[in-house]
């Protein structure tokens, strides 16, 4: 992706222009995330919280669950401060791959760009849709989609 703008906070609807782009803070993950996230889920798959399992599999060594890097991905977004006080709804993922691990001690952040917006009057604002790639230290796609949320519009 090409040069980012700077998060305002609490963007309106009527903020998000198609092309603007924005790229959040980075975060390393650790064994502690992957572990809390285990067993606040209940997934204690091996190839996340054995070390020796996880050493024969295609990845060689634990990796973190794909829905844990959704979620961190959510997280880097609202740190940037956008949603404060304007987010109505987190809507949709209308689509989301996982293409590469994320392995702990990776360092991962969000660059994000609006696809779209479209004007919602009767619910007071609008949606905007965002493409998102989750990348790695080495700027590697590890997950990417397209996501729903639902903004206020800016008060008259």
């Known amino acids: 992706m090409s040069a980012t703008t700077p998060a305002v906070r609490g963007m309106h609807f009527e903020d998000f222009e198609v092309g603007h782009k924005l790229a959040t803070a980075a975060r390393t993950v650790t064994e502690t995330d992957i572990v809390m996230f285990a067993g606040l889920t209940g997934d204690f798959n091996q190839i996340h919280v054995d070390a020796e399992y996880s050493k024969t599999t295609p990845f060689g060594a634990r990796v973190a669950h794909g829905l844990l890097g959704l979620s961190f991905a959510s997280g880097l977004i609202v740190q940037t401060g956008i949603m404060e006080g304007t987010i109505m709804a987190f ?3 209308n689509e989301w791959k996982f293409i590469k691990p994320i392995f702990i001690g990776d360092t991962i952040h969000v660059e994000t760009e609006v696809l779209s917006t479209k004007a919602l009057p009767r619910i007071g604002g609008g949606s905007v849709n965002l493409q998102l790639e989750l990348k ?15 903004f206020l519009s800016r008060p008259s």
């Open 91 to 93: 809507r949709e993922i």
């Open 136 to 150: 790695n230290q080495n700027d590697e796609t590890l997950m990417k989609g397209i996501w729903t949320a639902l």
